[in-house]
């Protein structure tokens, strides 16, 4: 079943008055693990960790987080802020519906019961061939002040294996999301995968996955590779009895991009040595599905003095002599050339594309920016051989009307900042072409914003969120003051998330209601996302190098993804080789002599009409033609911290000029 049909979306509804520039493949989304958009089909990986009962003190646990001895666990707290003190900061007080029956399981044997919340509890069940317990939570529908998706549980008399005494605790705790089996190895909720795909954004940003902001060591102690959280765990929030390091798993994050079809925006941590980089890179390398770009960011906004990276970067940055200013530009190109060695140098600025992220904020807002760039070009290379563009956050804010001002009034001045700010967008958007950087000017995040923490005025500033007004004030922001000032792909900061005096930060407030208000109509707008078949996409093109055709072409109005078809004469027969697919995409297969290709554009309508056939010779390269032994270069990577041994073997100009494409062609091997 389509989302068009799943939302009830009335095809009029979406008939919107046509821009006359739609911006497909350009809008991207942030998406966050917490419980309230209920990502994740088992919602013990947002839960807090064990404590001793009847106390908020950590239970003793093991090194996956699972407890010791007897325990209490509070598994949900998705409430509207500020419920737990009778004061809902919503004026329409809006709950989600979290009914439904909780199928939960564990390895070991306990007694469980209720702590506190609207819920009850099933009998639990013990499976003495497998040391399996299963029980069932069943919450009620939506209610006030009672509890209703607070969940807090005891467990009594646990015993680990029937050997152990009692008292031990228990491993591997599940609690899945109604409609789930307790033994689906499902890691994501449906409703969160459809709520992504009804609008054809090209990018997730995974900052609020991997929970970047403060996920550090201080200074001058590093993040090593195996500080990362595992799959397996029994949370991804913070729980030192597990990790340093907290945040959705590398793998996880990988897995909703393959999932989503989506291009991967990374958040390297603040503190992460060259090893974990290198180990991160090789991952994606590995896993992510090979038509999917990814974008490369350090940390998270660590010009912002409000976050522990800022600090670390200060202090690790004043070790070497340098700014902070100057810090965040070497670590950047660090991480571009760690990247470069592990995806080749073809990669670079096609598939990998690192984004250096400052404030655009400060007056005036380009000169930070071009800093960096003139560090990078005297100590690395040429910036544009680096970095693919230069990232900001152009939010819209309330200004003095956030106090006061009615919802009308609130979207009024947010839509004067937009007006405002397009100088400072053009002066970064400069700096990006002054250095010839491909990707220009990026959003990292960006939108609408009331937040702050503020209770004055508070409802005003949801309602404001919510009001039709604020679809206009989406597309003028980016169609008049954000593409035309040179922008380029801009990331909303999150799919879904609470409205509260903390902000609206998601496009909705409802994973299972998209269009309960009115961003997502923006954003469908701005893709030019009528309900209708996508048009054909324009100006396709072909460049051959080594027996590799990189395709290139512009998005199409109402494109999810693209199918690329290939043929060997003109005019066809044509087979597909590709979908999904995005511009930019590389035919490593391309048989010799003539080669013409179509693409067309894919969205959940349908699939639209081929582009204008482009076609090229293509070199047949031989295997006998392939370089001598004494042209390879073979360099070890040696991982300290296990018993591997990682081999990078790669091909570079060690006698004689070697081409681009065989630069860029790598195999890995572990010993």
């Not at 003190?57 to 003190?85: H, K, N, Q």
């Not at 380009?366 to 956050?393: C, K, N, T």
């Not at 000017?441 to 005025?457: I, Q």
Request: charged share 20%.
């Amino acid at each position: 079943m389509s989302i068009f049909v799943k939302f009830a979306i009335p095809i009029v509804v979406l008939t919107f008055a046509a821009l006359a520039q739609p911006y497909p493949d350009r809008i991207g989304i942030g998406v966050a693990p917490d419980q309230w958009g209920r990502l994740f089909a088992d919602v013990s990986k947002m839960a807090r960790p064990f404590v001793e009962i009847g106390t908020e003190d950590e239970a003793p646990m093991d090194s996956m987080g699972y407890p010791l001895s007897d325990c209490d666990l509070i598994l949900m707290e998705t409430w509207p802020v500020a419920e737990w003190v009778s004061d809902i900061d919503d004026p329409e007080q809006y709950k989600l519906d979290l009914s439904g029956t909780y199928h939960c399981s564990f390895v070991g044997q306990a007694d469980v019961s209720r702590v506190w919340g609207d819920f009850t509890i099933s009998p639990v069940n013990y499976d003495s061939a497998t040391n399996t317990s299963t029980f069932d939570i069943e919450i009620a529908p939506p209610s006030l002040w009672d509890g209703n998706g607070f969940v807090n549980i005891r467990f009594e008399n646990t015993r680990r294996t029937p050997s152990d005494t009692l008292n031990s605790g228990f491993t591997h705790f599940k609690a899945m999301l109604p409609g789930y089996s307790p033994d689906t190895n499902r890691l994501f909720n449906d409703d969160y995968i459809e709520c992504l795909q009804t609008a054809g954004f090209s990018t997730i940003r995974s900052m609020n996955l991997s929970m970047t902001n403060g996920n550090n060591p201080e200074y001058p102690d590093w993040t090593e590779w195996s500080d990362r959280r595992q799959i397996g765990d029994a949370t991804y929030k913070n729980n030192p009895a597990i990790s340093e390091e907290f945040g959705t798993p590398w793998e996880v994050i990988i897995a909703l991009a393959n999932s989503a079809n989506k291009d991967l925006w990374v958040s390297v941590p603040v503190a992460a040595t060259d090893e974990y980089i290198y180990e991160l890179a090789h991952l994606l390398d590995d896993s992510l599905e090979t038509w999917l770009k990814i974008y490369v960011e350090w940390s998270n906004e660590v010009w912002n003095w409000g976050f522990l990276q800022s600090q670390w970067n200060n202090e690790w940055a004043e070790s070497l002599g340098l700014n902070y200013i100057e810090g965040y530009a070497k670590r950047t190109a660090e991480i571009s050339l760690i990247f470069r060695d592990v995806f080749g140098e073809e990669a670079l600025n096609r598939r990998i594309r690192v984004v250096n992220c400052w404030q655009v904020g400060w007056w005036p807002p380009d000169w930070q920016y071009r800093e960096q760039m003139e560090y990078i070009e005297a100590h690395f290379a040429a910036p544009e051989s680096l970095i693919w563009g230069l990232g900001v956050a152009p939010y819209m804010n309330c200004g003095s009307m956030c106090g006061s001002g009615s919802p009308t009034e609130i979207v009024n001045e947010m839509w004067n900042v937009s007006d405002d700010s397009d100088t400072s967008r053009k002066l970064v958007a400069a700096v990006a072409e002054e250095f010839n950087l491909k990707g220009g000017m990026l959003a990292y995040e960006g939108g609408t914003d009331t937040g702050g923490g503020s209770t004055v005025n508070v409802g005003n500033r949801i309602l404001a969120e919510r009001d039709s007004l604020v679809w206009p004030l989406m597309v003028h922001d980016l169609a008049d003051n954000w593409f035309p000032s040179g922008g380029g792909l801009f990331v909303y900061l999150d799919l879904v998330g609470p409205y509260s005096r903390y902000g609206c930060w998601g496009l909705t407030d409802d994973v299972t209601e998209p269009y309960r208000n009115y961003k997502f109509y923006a954003v469908r707008e701005l893709l030019g996302d009528d309900g209708t078949i996508p048009d054909p996409p324009e100006s396709l093109s072909a460049t051959e190098n080594s027996g590799m055709v990189f395709l290139d072409w512009n998005s199409a109005r109402g494109s999810y993804h693209y199918v690329v078809r290939r043929g060997t004469s003109p005019g066809g027969p044509y087979s597909e080789i590709a979908y999904p697919a995005s511009p930019g995409y590389i035919d490593y297969s391309a048989p010799g002599g003539m080669v013409c290709y179509a693409v067309a554009a894919h969205n959940p309508i349908g699939t639209g009409a081929d582009c204008e056939e482009v076609c090229i010779t293509v070199t047949s390269v031989e295997d006998d033609a392939a370089p001598t032994p004494a042209d390879y270069a073979i360099s070890a990577h040696p991982n300290p911290f296990n018993s591997a041994v990682r081999i990078n073997v790669k091909f570079s100009p060690c006698q004689g000029e070697m081409s681009e494409g065989q630069r860029g062609l790598i195999s890995k091997y572990s010993m």
